[in-house]
T-cell receptor, first 113, second 112 residues
Framework: DAGITQSPRHKVTETGTPVTLRCHQT?????MYWYRQDPGHGLRLIHY???????DKGEVSDGYSVSRSKTEDFLLTLESATSSQTSVYFC????????????FGNGTRLTVT | SQQGEEDPQALSIQEGENATMNCSYK?????LQWYRQNSGRGLVHLIL?????REKHSGRLRVTLDTSKKSSSLLITASRAADTASYFC????????????FGKGTLLTVNP
């Protein structure tokens, strides 16, 4: 299995608080992605990174920011959590989005009360 | 908005039967990928098919791609109860587009 770890695995937070989720990889892959998964919506892309300090928005980026200060870590921050951000968040990595598959982490289940 | 859309949303079959799932997309792609997700787990890659390929096989899996119709299909032959899972297609964009966007998935139930 690809070396990809998400932390925390579970988190409960209150509306209005900032939350940071971490994705850590040991594969030295250039490309990293954050998705959220909700019933009836499949996986939706939040943000992705194509290198250190190189990031771009996905389909549902409002209310989220990301940072990639080093190859192995990709952080997702909910600036002021809302109940609509209750979801399961998945990080994924690939060495080449044109020719190689994504490898997924085990997910973070976030509940905003 | 999401691009790939799987059809059907849910499929229930008996062990030993074949299962076919379809995926439609709207824009040009570099590749199309299929993934499986068991309940509560991360997604696992099944097959990647490039835009210049028409068919790929992996064990009991067969994927076809029709770029003129912007569609792909995943066939699982001789299904097993262990194939019960959700199946997703993902589009890989072209050029400098590094996005990989997923559809909503097909829930396959294989009854023993």
């Amino acid at each position: 299995d690809a070396g990809i770890t998400q932390s925390p695995r579970h988190k409960v937070t209150e509306t209005g608080t900032p939350v940071t989720l971490r994705c850590h990889q040991t594969e030295n892959h250039r490309y990293m992605y954050w998705y959220r998964q909700d019933p009836g919506h499949g996986l939706r892309l939040i943000h992705y990174s194509y290198g250190v300090k190189d990031t771009d928005k996905g389909e549902v980026s409002d209310g989220y920011s990301v940072s990639r200060s080093k190859t192995e870590d990709f952080l997702l921050t909910l600036e002021s959590a809302t109940s609509s951000q209750t979801s399961v968040y998945f990080c994924a990595i690939t060495r080449d989005p044109y020719n190689s598959p994504l490898h997924f982490g085990n997910g973070t289940r976030l509940t905003v009360t | 908005s999401q691009q790939g859309e799987e059809d059907p949303q849910a499929l229930s079959i008996q062990e030993g039967e074949n299962a076919t799932m379809n995926c439609s997309y709207k824009t040009s792609i570099n590749n199309l990928q299929w993934y499986r997700q068991n309940s509560g787990r991360g997604l696992v890659h099944l097959i990647l098919i490039r835009s210049n390929e028409r068919e790929k096989h992996s064990g009991r899996l067969r994927v076809t791609l029709d770029t003129s119709k912007k569609s792909s299909s995943l066939l699982i032959t001789a299904s097993r109860a262990a194939d019960t899972a959700s199946y997703f297609c993902a589009e890989g964009g072209g050029g400098s587009n590094y996005k990989l966007t997923f559809g909503k998935g097909t829930l396959l139930t294989v009854n023993p």
